[in-house]
């Protein structure tokens, strides 16, 4: 289904609707594809859960108590 970004701002409801169906809705501006929405697979995201750090901070000895670490920095704050 294809949909312009003004009809995704009056009708968002039954864009949500078409998309619980199991329909994917390309997003239009001014006439050029701009988004795709597609259904939420539950299974496909519940793999990645992990409460782990990523990225940068992933190795940092000093975030391995992510509540101290953010403790000590707002204790500055105040």
């Not at 169906?21 to 496909?44: C, F, M, N, Q, W």
Request: aromatic fraction near 10%.
């Amino acid at each position: 289904m294809v949909s312009t970004a003004k009809e995704l701002r009056f009708h968002t409801k039954e864009l949500l609707e078409s998309i619980s169906r199991g329909e994917e809705v390309i997003i239009t501006y001014h006439g050029k594809p701009y988004a795709k929405l597609v259904p939420y697979d539950k299974s496909e995201n519940d793999n990645n859960k992990t409460d782990e750090l990523f990225g940068m901070w992933k190795n940092r000895k000093e975030t391995e108590d992510v509540d101290g670490y953010v403790r000590k920095l707002r204790r500055k704050r105040y």
